[in-house]
């Protein structure tokens, strides 16, 4: 059985290829702009709208491609509001000074299709807290760390210098990253995927 990351995210390709993965990227064709303008107006919490948009990328993939399809997303949800990747250094400055000495959550969600249909969905939800940082910290990080900030929600990788802007991580690490790993590969195991 054929394993595909239906996913661009270079995070969600690192992660399996370092847990010794075998595995294609089709990157799904989908406008993931409109369907969370959608979800969002359907009143969907962001840990629905993260498994939704997990859930449409699997199977816009599975729909022609033979084999197990991972779908991801992830959501940043502070007091109510939620937060998308920054589309330039400017968003990214001003959605850090949101969080600044404050926790949120982030909804990682992880979707297989497979022939079409979903076979198996995890949503997780770490909470992390973000040190009260000077502004001085904010912007020799964002000098530092350039454009790499608007891969990802909240404007940091916590696999990087990005560490260096919290107090406090709770939740699986590599939910975090983007995908949570340790129960897609206990999944994968039990379909013969990934040896027991």
Do not use: N
């Amino acid at each position: 059985m054929s394993l595909i990351l239906a996913s661009g995210s270079a995070s969600r390709r690192r992660m399996l290829e370092a847990a010794g993965l075998v595995f294609e990227i089709d990157v799904p064709r989908v406008d993931e702009e409109a369907a969370k303008a959608s979800l969002r107006a359907a009143g969907l919490a962001p840990r629905e709208q993260a498994d939704a948009l997990a859930e449409l990328k699997a199977l816009s993939v599975s729909r022609t491609r033979q084999g197990f399809v991972i779908g991801g997303d992830q959501m940043l949800a502070i007091e109510g509001e939620t937060l998308d990747k920054p589309k330039d250094i400017a968003e990214a400055r001003k959605h850090l000074m949101r969080l600044r000495g404050k926790s949120h959550h982030l909804l990682c969600a992880a979707v297989v299709a497979s022939e079409g249909a979903i076979i198996w969905r995890h949503v997780d939800t770490p909470r992390l807290k973000m040190r009260a940082f000077s502004d001085a910290f904010l912007d020799d990080y964002l000098a530092r760390t350039g454009g790499d900030v608007l891969s990802s929600v909240g404007a940091y990788q916590l696999e990087g210098l990005g560490a260096q802007l919290f107090e406090r991580v709770e939740g699986d690490y590599f939910s975090v990253l983007g995908l949570p790993l340790l129960p897609l590969l206990a999944f994968l195991r039990e379909h013969g995927i990934v040896p027991r």
